[in-house]
């Protein structure tokens, strides 16, 4: 009924993109954060940060990660910083709390909305017994869940802060995801990856988990295919026998 192997007892989410549509409100929040850096710094030069930027090397993971990927796929080196540092800071941290102060103050006024057939799912999921975790880069991950009435699902939550607390790499890397599956004390191969970015979808099938979707929302299901997912669905709804 829920369109998962019947070897699958856990579903590990990731977040943005997949449960709510924030990836949105993130992918504006990245967009002016780079767009001003590289405006300051470039002038006349200034080759904005584009959507294709937001997929390459930012979707998926940690914040810090992202600013590095991006601005080396530019040329750009930058000090790490400290994770204090402040929104103006001519550091990979520093650019990192801008964006992060942005992408704030746009869950603030805008709110979170999650997509009605996630809602549908998490509750099919939940009635058929499997266990529910949420797997994201994101440092916002509780309040993302509380602001969107999904906590009530979630039984485990591997974020941005516990990923810097524990040490983990990011994705593509399976380490957060590896993380999910330990703590419902699950072996890989029984649990499914929902994933949207094609990084995150990387590390679930580098971590040798049972089932990886790919969810499309962003015009890319060949790509998401490319880099691991079993199947593809442009909402989880979809992986529902009953789709009236």
């Known amino acids: ?20 549509g924030t990836a949105a409100q993130h992918r504006a929040a ?9 405006r300051a710094r470039d002038g006349d030069a200034f080759s904005p940060f584009t959507d294709a930027d937001y997929a390459s090397y930012v979707d998926g993971m940690p914040r810090a990660d992202g600013v590095r990927t991006f601005l080396t796929s530019r040329g750009i080196e930058l000090p790490e910083g400290s994770p ?3 929104i103006g800071a001519a550091t990979v941290n520093g650019i990192g709390n ?5 992408v704030l103050k746009i869950i603030d006024e805008e709110g979170v909305t999650p997509y009605p057939g996630s809602v549908r799912y998490l509750e099919a ?8 975790g949420v797997v994201t880069s994101s440092a916002n991950g509780a309040k993302v869940l509380d602001a969107a009435d999904l906590t009530r699902f979630v039984e485990a939550r591997i974020d941005g802060i516990v990923i810097t ?16 599956a330990e703590a419902f004390d699950v072996a890989p191969e029984y649990a499914a990856v929902f994933e949207d970015a094609l990084a995150g979808v990387q ?6 988990f049972g089932y990886v979707v790919g ?15 079993d199947v593809v669905v442009d909402d989880l709804a979809e992986l529902l026998e009953d789709r009236k």
Do not use: Y
């Open 1 to 20: 009924m829920i369109g998962l192997p019947g070897s699958i007892t856990a579903c590990l989410f990731d977040l943005d993109g997949v449960l709510t």
């Open 30 to 38: 990245w967009k002016r954060t780079f767009d001003e850096f590289l």
């Open 84 to 86: 204090d540092d402040g």
């Open 98 to 102: 801008r964006k992060n102060q942005l």
């Open 125 to 132: 999921a939940k009635a058929a017994g499997l266990r529910i």
């Open 165 to 180: 607390e524990r040490n983990l790499r990011g994705k593509p890397a399976p380490d957060s995801f590896l993380a999910g």
């Open 203 to 208: 590390a679930g099938k580098e971590g040798g």
């Open 215 to 229: 969810v499309n929302r962003g015009h890319q299901a060949g790509e998401l295919l490319a880099h691991g997912a």
